[in-house]
């Protein structure tokens, strides 16, 4: 059953069963939907490959008609992901769809429908996963005609909030004594002392392993993917102050002070000396140099790299796919009310449930923008324009069919007002009470009928019993 256009019309069907007549309410009719496929290239990203990435194949259903103050649905359906992860990231991520549509004629704009799908763990170049379809509804109180154009499609990952400690080797053959040298995201810069398992393992620190340094020249310089850091060493009374600068900064942001009164054979192991938490999301740089006193040491234990929980998804995250040729616009008829009572389905005029998005005072104009995650945005025909212009490049049109492609249930999809599958509450059904009516009166003709057969079958009897004669008068 379509989720918007369903109703029972006010046609009979008749049935003859014996002497009685049952009637019934026709079935249900949907309005008809077009499927439109077009495929998408994307753009820009962090996790589109250097080379030729693949296209997105997109099914755009979009009806045909919708009656007064019931929900236009726009459904796409993706399949085909490009994005590759750049980076390693827990599970726990995700991947948000918006697909955008010019509305002219009723009301004038760009409709929003968003669906989002979350990730698993990713390793580097494990492909991401599209949300199998996003979603989005306009409804208007007027009569008329709507015209609906599908535009971009932006995809947008938002990352975990997690904490990744990262040890300050990750070599197990590491040389007691080195210079400059380099441990994947860490660089040791000057003369470094590595202390392993053998020297290290009654002290508690991370991995049993430590870097040290008494050198002037001592610095550790790491590069991260996130929001914040830590700084992870030991308290103790041989090691002194540290100077800390952010993403090449020429002047220390901060300055550590690492010491302790803590004999060397008992540190304060695993401290955090030093956090930083609001950074912007992205790659950063933090060097961390020797200070005072000359003879105190500089101590490396590990890097805590933090991604907290982020309002949005990052900037760098954000790909966006635009359709190869021309879209085909589609013209929607809004037919005038249904007359059984129940015509406004959450509409203009409804109470204002989940998915709804205003634009304004609509009740006003007449529109009400409904939506499964997205938006719109935009104003009546009479004073606006659409707010979305993109120029495509004419090398195609779009095909449309009216059979479906199958596909599985969308993570995102504007919620009905009733029962599931429906997009719609029950009609009331007006053929309940007659159905019930006529039956009794049926149950009851047959009843009364057969008293009637019953006694005129008795006094036949009595007149025409053997035996008995009739007495003269």
Known sequence: MNGW??????????????AGLVMLGSTPSSADTDYHHYEYICSGGAFLPKQSSQPVQVQVAIPRTVRVGERLALEWTLTGSPLLASFPFSAGGRLTATAKVDVAGLWQGTLDSAGSKDQGELKQGSRLELPTAVTGSVSTAKEGKLSITPRDLVLEFTPPASTVRVNDTDDPNEQVASESHRHGPIVYQGDWRYYGKTDRAKYGDHLDDLHATNAASGSVEVKFLGDGIQYIGERVSSVGKVKVYIDGADEPVDEVNAYDPAPVDKPNAQAVLWVKKDLPYGWHTVRFTKGEPASAYM??????????????PPPMFKATCSYKGVP????????????????????AGG?????????????????????????????????????????????STAK??????????????VTPVGGAHTGERPDPDSTGPLLMGYGAALALGGFAGHLVLRRRRAAHDLVHAPGETETPR
Not at 369 to 386: K, Y
Not at 400 to 413: D, E, L, N, W, Y
């Open 5 to 18: 256009g369903s109703r029972i019309r006010g046609s009979l069907a008749v049935s003859v069963l014996g």
């Open 299 to 312: 101590a490396v234990d590990a890097f805590d790299f933090i991604t907290s929980t982020l309002p949005a």
């Open 328 to 347: 085909t616009t589609v013209n929607v008829d809004v037919l005038p009310a249904s007359t059984n009572g129940n015509g406004n389905n959450g509409g």
């Open 351 to 395: 109470s204002n449930g989940d998915g709804r998005v205003s634009d304004g005072d609509d009740s006003v104009r007449g529109v009400v923008v409904l939506s499964g995650g997205g938006q719109g945005h935009g104003t009546p025909t009479a004073t606006a324009t659409a707010t979305t212009t993109v120029t495509p490049k004419p090398t």
């Open 400 to 413: 449309a069919s009216k059979t479906p492609k199958v596909s599985r249930t969308p993570q995102v999809r």
